[in-house]
């Protein structure tokens, strides 16, 4: 951030206000991270929890986009990351009584008025506006003014409200990310802060629309007492008009800061079409969770050259410096790179439980020590998932692996067959395996590889695995004989 970081002291209430009209994105989930990542270095650092809080609010007042499937994604999304909040989940159309009484007064004080255009009308004079290269907007028709005689009230027409822009001066703020930002009054119009009221509402006795969303964000962020309010840049054109009603509600300003977006490989704008886009779809894809926290706080966000962090490190470190002006670049094999990290050090547990959920594998004790032996090579859980299925089920072994590998070296695997038919349960074990592995290339004059791929193949169907004593003391006794048993006779009948 560019400007004076906060003081230690001074609490800090940040929140992330998603509306649901579709999954948790990326970037949704990155501005997320990064608000509460804020709250809570200043509650570590002040060993206070209120010096640091996160808050959860639904922006739900586009009621026809806005869907409860939609607020269970964003839910399971941040559950998923670890980002619960100290408050919330509040939802905003529970508030409408709220805003409209603001609005109420408002219109008392005549920072707001009510506008009878149509949309009709509105949709002529932006037109007129472009024709005469102005930028399309309301023409303030109704805006009133000293000395200003306004037009005949008409009696079929529900109005909608419209905050009274200041038209002179500009509003400035110091971006927590991009620094100063100036914006002309001049370039904003009287935005419309309640909807018209419908047939329905009014033949209930509602005299107001539901508010939108550009005012019910600035009630619900006084009204919670949000003292940094961190979002995506393509929020910056709302930011003036929010703080001219929160100057007009004589209210505390909270600080801004528009994070740049996140681009896909090509460098356009991370959409669909780049893949997964869902925050919770890369945990069905096999990334854990501390491994997306870790490359999300990544994109946009350093402390020096470290690349791989401990939540408990993002939290002492993230205290509003170090945040990139520029746009970060999405980039799948560093997000795998990452995760293939967090797959080395993540609890046996954990993994066991997403092979559960996933992939309806029940892990036992031999597939801890498959898990243990295999992890090392997959960046993601669902390739490991595939990396210990030849320990669940014998995989198939096609002609052409055959002919290719068990045919020629048959005498080899049948001698290696018999001499480790002489350990028993209890003495099958990596070191006595190794034994019997050296002592076969010893009497055959072979080396590693002229033994160790025939058998892999033999027993995995594979000729590249891990060192061949490990893979058989986890395979077992019984089921690397019999599997080699399977595969010499099947050579013997088709003989």
């Given at each position: 951030m560019t400007n004076t970081?906060?003081?230690?002291?001074v609490p800090v209430r940040t929140r992330f206000a998603p509306s649901p009209t579709g999954y948790l994105h990326l970037g949704g989930a990155r501005t997320a991270l990064y608000s509460w990542a804020y709250a809570k270095h200043y509650a570590k650092v002040n060993n206070d929890?209120?010096?640091?809080?996160?808050?959860?609010?639904?922006?739900?007042?586009?009621?026809?986009?806005?869907?409860?499937?939609?607020?269970?994604?964003?839910?399971?999304?941040?559950?998923?990351?670890?980002?619960?909040?100290?408050?919330g989940p509040f939802y905003q159309m529970q508030h409408i009584t709220r805003y409209q009484?603001?609005?109420?007064?408002?219109?008392?004080?005549?920072?707001?008025?009510?506008?009878?255009?149509?949309?009709?009308?509105?949709?002529?004079?932006r037109e007129l506006a472009r024709m005469n290269g102005d930028k399309p907007r309301y023409d303030g028709t109704w805006r009133p003014e000293l000395g200003k005689t306004l037009p005949s009230i008409p009696s079929a027409i529900a109005p909608v409200i419209r905050f009274k822009?200041?038209?002179?001066?500009?509003?400035?703020?110091?971006?927590?990310?991009?620094?100063i930002i100036k914006i002309a009054n001049s370039e904003l119009d009287d935005f419309i802060i309640a909807r018209a009221v419908t047939p329905e509402a009014a033949a209930k006795g509602d005299t107001m629309g539901v508010p939108t969303y550009n005012f019910c964000v600035v009630v619900d962020d006084w009204d919670m007492n949000i003292t940094h309010v961190i979002r995506g840049d393509d929020h910056i054109n709302n930011t003036p008009r929010q703080i001219n009603v929160l100057k007009a509600l004589k209210a505390t300003l909270p600080q801004y800061g528009h994070l740049p977006m996140i681009l896909g490989a090509d460098g356009e704008k991370l959409s669909k079409r780049h893949g997964a886009v869902s925050v919770i779809q890369y945990d069905t894809l096999g990334y854990l969770p501390q491994a997306m926290l870790n490359y999300l706080a990544r994109l946009g966000w350093s402390h020096g050259d470290v690349e791989l962090f401990t939540t408990d490190e993002l939290i002492t470190w993230f205290d509003g410096s170090n945040l990139s002006k520029s746009a970060a670049q999405w980039d799948n094999k560093k997000l795998n790179w990452v995760n293939a990290h967090y797959i080395k050090q993540a609890s046996i547990e954990q993994i066991a439980a997403w092979l559960l959920r996933h992939q309806g594998i029940v892990v036992t004790h031999q597939l801890k020590s498959a898990?243990?032996?295999?992890?090392?090579?997959?960046?993601?859980?669902?390739?490991?998932?595939?990396?210990?299925?030849?320990?669940?089920?014998?995989?198939?072994?096609?002609?052409a692996l055959r002919e290719q590998y068990i045919i020629p070296n048959q005498l080899?695997?049948?001698?290696?067959?018999q001499a480790l038919t002489q350990l028993s349960e209890n003495t099958w074990n990596k070191n006595n395996i190794a034994t019997i592995v050296k002592s076969t290339l010893e009497q055959y004059s072979l080396k590693m590889p002229q033994l160790a791929i025939p058998v892999r193949v033999a027993l995995f169907a594979t000729p590249q695995t891990p060192s061949l004593d490990a893979m058989l003391t986890v395979l077992g006794r019984n089921e690397t004989l019999n599997r080699l048993n399977i595969n010499l006779n099947t050579v013997l009948n088709s003989i």
């Open positions: 970081k906060t003081a230690s002291n929890s209120t010096k640091g809080t996160f808050v959860l609010r639904i922006e739900d007042t586009d009621v026809e986009r806005s869907t409860p499937e939609a607020v269970q994604a964003i839910l399971e999304g941040m559950n998923w990351l670890g980002l619960i909040a100290d408050e009484s603001v609005i109420a007064q408002m219109l008392l004080e005549g920072t707001a008025y009510p506008c009878y255009s149509t949309a009709a009308e509105v949709e002529v004079m822009t200041p038209q002179e001066g500009a509003v400035i703020w110091d971006d927590l990310v991009k620094g898990i243990m032996l295999m992890r090392d090579r997959a960046e993601t859980l669902l390739q490991l998932a595939d990396l210990i299925a030849p320990f669940i089920n014998a995989p198939i072994m096609t002609d080899i695997l049948t001698h290696f067959l």
